[in-house]
């Protein structure tokens, strides 16, 4: 990095600065120079995927491909005793399908799904997971050393990464990491997921920590739908929307479980809404309702027809 020349104001500041040490070495005066604090780069981050714990595989494959995605035959993670099936975007988002095949290597995911399935975590692409890792540390957030995974499957490419995880957890169970995407087309027209809602104890708190670690904190929000104000957190082309509940939730939100995680609802864009609509109504026999949401005309999909995470597809999202 060059050096930058001073010059003008800088240069006065300079001298004026240098006249005061030295007069204040001539005079014995002892001076106790303070470091400003450190402002926090902007962190470079990406929404890039989100975990949907499920049971059986096949099945929940076939949920989705019912609901117009397309859905890839993924791998094994052998680290980890894992295996999953990918719904890739062409904004370079996207949901994987996950479960396990070694419950000791996996027994924190095998846990989860003993009780329930639905969203797991999140996981943000960034540039360094070493540089993340010291971020998370600066911020006073506990972060392991960057641990190398792999993904393996029938096709010849393979995939690696390193991933980063926050002690105590980030809202939405985030996870850091550095990998390699893919896209594809899908009958219902998705093109990426735009927000992630995820609820959280404090709002405060839970905004500030974001703020810590050099994110873009946008302005809250009102969101009808959820009776609360939200945190907008911009990560890449997407958002993670931080809200606290203020009342109890309605009957009508009864199937938005946020399944440990605290993951509420997946705001996915589409090119045609009413081609969306078309290909569910075909594939799964639903006839979906139009409602005005937080991103304009958006449809409503009940957890239960996605083993355990609420989505809504929008129109025209902002």
């Given at each position: 990095m060059s050096r930058k020349i001073l010059t003008?104001?800088?240069?006065?500041?300079?001298?004026?600065?240098?006249?005061?040490?030295?007069?204040?070495?001539?005079?014995?005066?002892?001076?106790?120079?303070?470091?400003?604090?450190?402002?926090?780069?902007?962190?470079?981050?990406?929404?890039?995927?989100?975990?949907?714990?499920?049971?059986?595989?096949?099945?929940?494959?076939?949920?989705?491909?019912?609901?117009?995605?397309?859905?890839?035959?993924?791998?094994?993670?052998?680290?980890?005793?894992?295996?999953?099936?990918?719904?890739?975007?062409?904004?370079?988002?996207y949901l994987e399908l996950l479960t396990f095949y070694d419950r000791d290597k996996a027994a924190d995911l095998a846990k989860f799904l003993g009780k329930r399935e639905g969203p797991r975590s999140i996981a943000v692409e960034v540039p360094s997971a070493v540089a993340i890792r010291d971020s998370l540390h600066a911020a006073g957030i506990e972060g392991t050393e960057p641990t190398k995974g792999k993904w393996e499957s029938p096709s010849p490419v393979t995939k690696e990464w390193l991933t980063i995880d926050p002690k105590p957890a980030l809202p939405g169970n985030i996870f850091f990491i550095d990998y390699l995407k893919a896209s594809q087309s899908h009958p219902n027209t998705a093109t990426g997921i735009r927000s992630v809602w995820v609820m959280v104890k404090d709002l405060q708190e839970a905004t500030h920590t974001f703020e810590r670690l050099g994110f873009s904190v946008g302005k809250q929000i009102q969101a009808p739908r959820f009776a609360t104000v939200v945190q907008e957190v911009t990560l890449g082309k997407a958002s993670l929307m931080l809200m606290m509940a203020k009342e109890k939730r309605t009957e009508s939100h009864s199937d938005e479980d946020t399944a440990g995680s605290g993951i509420v609802c997946l705001s996915i864009m589409v090119q045609d809404l009413e081609a969306t609509r078309a290909v569910i109504k075909a594939r799964s026999g639903r006839t979906l309702e139009v409602y005005q949401g937080f991103y304009g005309n958006s449809v409503p999909i009940p957890a239960n027809l996605t083993h355990g995470i609420a989505i809504e597809f929008a129109q025209n999202a902002r």
């Open positions: 003008g104001r800088s240069c006065v500041i300079a001298k004026a600065a240098t006249l005061m040490l030295t007069a204040a070495i001539a005079s014995h005066t002892a001076i106790q120079i303070q470091a400003a604090p450190q402002v926090p780069s902007r962190t470079t981050a990406n929404l890039e995927h989100v975990v949907i714990a499920v049971r059986d595989l096949a099945v929940a494959t076939t949920s989705y491909e019912r609901l117009g995605f397309t859905v890839t035959p993924g791998g094994s993670h052998p680290s980890g005793g894992t295996t999953g099936d990918g719904v890739f975007f062409s904004n370079g988002t």
